[in-house]
């Protein structure tokens, strides 16, 4: 008897969850209109609690792997902050001060392997540092900071260590700035020598800057050493300098026979009459390799009206050259392109009388003779960029 009014309770139960069910999913019936003809389709129950429950399944399904990413993402960060923590408890106060306690001689060591090893790396990403730098572009502190070292010898022998290191990095930050300077002024005159303004260079590299604040401190009270200072405005002089001078054009766009036609009025090729002619004429065969002139972005690829096939590259500061009557296109709009990179062929497309390279050098959208640019290039844009490893030069 106890079994068998289990099992009613337990049919009951299925009675009821299936009229729920039924309640919820009726059945449902649609009719569609179509060529005169009235079709009727129905939707059983049983169908829709097919669909249900797919879809509950693929939601179950789905918040399964976000939680179990979620999760994964957790033990990650959990596992990177233990991480973190045993590599800051190598450097922490108790051991610095216990390597301090030992004795200053092995801190000076350190403090020595680190100095070495900060020479290397400028060295490695700057180049050796020549001896016959400028002196008058910034202090020069080496006779006091011998004085510091003489009087700390004197006084805390067991620091005269420490005081030549830091006499020794005051000297290196100081030689380097000079260096940066001379750099600076290198690219500076080549950037005159081709008619444009350094400072308007300048001016348009610092237009997209941005980043968290981290304050320079190196010394008590939240201080700024100035010599510290004064590197960091030397170096970003320099860099936003040289790379204004490497977006400037200073690559021949072809190896060609000659120059057909020169800048400024002559007579026009098709009429005979006086016209402007906005850049430089190189003839050369077709399906010859064209190369941009000086780093930057292809802002424009396809065909002008009298250009033909053409292509222009942006190198920012307003400065731009145009590339035209090409047979092929070699390059795409938004395309980054370093100085020599073959962007298109020699062709005849356009308004032209036979295969030559059409070169333009714009400023401002304004046409500009571009003989000086490329007249200069064998010794202006080398000596603007003496002192760069090779790596860096274009």
Not at 154 to 168: D, F, N, Q, S, W
Not at 201 to 219: D, K, Y
Not at 281 to 308: E, N
Not at 351 to 376: C, K, M, W, Y
Request: aromatic residues 6%.
């Amino acid at each position: 008897m106890p079994h068998r009014g289990s099992s009613h309770v337990s049919a009951t139960a299925r009675d009821g969850l299936a009229a729920r069910l039924k309640r919820w999913f009726p059945e449902r019936e649609f009719f569609m209109r179509s060529q005169g003809q009235v079709r009727f389709i129905r939707i059983t129950s049983r169908l829709q609690m097919i669909v249900a429950a797919a879809i509950a399944a693929a939601l179950g399904l789905w918040l399964a792997m976000m939680v179990t990413m979620l999760v994964s993402r957790y033990l990650d960060a959990r596992d990177r902050e233990r991480l973190l923590q045993r590599e800051a408890a190598v450097a922490s106060a108790e051991t610095r001060v216990s390597k301090y306690r030992n004795g200053l001689g092995e801190v000076a060591d350190d403090l020595q392997k680190r100095q070495d090893f900060i020479e290397k790396m400028v060295e490695s990403h700057v180049g050796a540092l020549p001896n016959d730098l400028p002196k008058g572009t910034v202090s020069d502190s080496s006779a006091e900071a011998g004085k510091t070292v003489k009087k700390i010898s004197m006084e805390l022998p067991e620091a005269a260590g420490l005081a030549r290191i830091e006499a020794r990095q005051l000297a290196f930050i100081e030689k380097l700035t000079r260096f940066a300077d001379a750099r600076a002024a290198r690219a500076e005159t080549a950037i005159r020598r081709v008619g444009l303004n350094p400072s308007m260079i300048m001016a348009s590299n610092r237009g997209a800057q941005g980043g968290p604040l981290i304050r320079l401190v190196t010394g008590p009270g939240n201080d700024v050493d100035p010599r510290f200072a004064r590197l960091g405005a030397s170096l970003e002089r320099m860099s936003g300098l040289e790379d204004g001078l490497a977006r400037i054009p200073n690559t021949l766009p072809a190896s060609l026979e000659y120059i057909s036609s020169g800048f400024g009025y002559r007579s026009d090729p098709f009429t005979g009459g006086a016209a402007f002619h906005a850049g430089l004429d190189f003839r050369g065969p077709i399906g010859a390799p064209i190369y941009a002139a000086a780093a930057g972005t292809v802002s424009f690829a396809g065909i002008r009206q009298g250009y033909g096939n053409c292509v222009e590259v942006s190198h920012g500061n307003g400065l731009m050259t145009r590339y035209a009557h090409m047979s092929r296109i070699g390059a795409r709009v938004g395309e980054k392109v370093a100085a020599g990179a073959v962007i298109g062929q020699i062709g005849s497309t356009g308004r032209s009388t036979g295969p030559h390279l059409h070169f333009e050098v714009r400023i401002n959208d304004q046409p500009v003779n571009p003989r000086p640019f490329l007249e200069a290039r064998p010794n202006v844009f080398q000596e603007g960029r003496a002192g760069q490893p090779a790596s860096n030069r274009s």
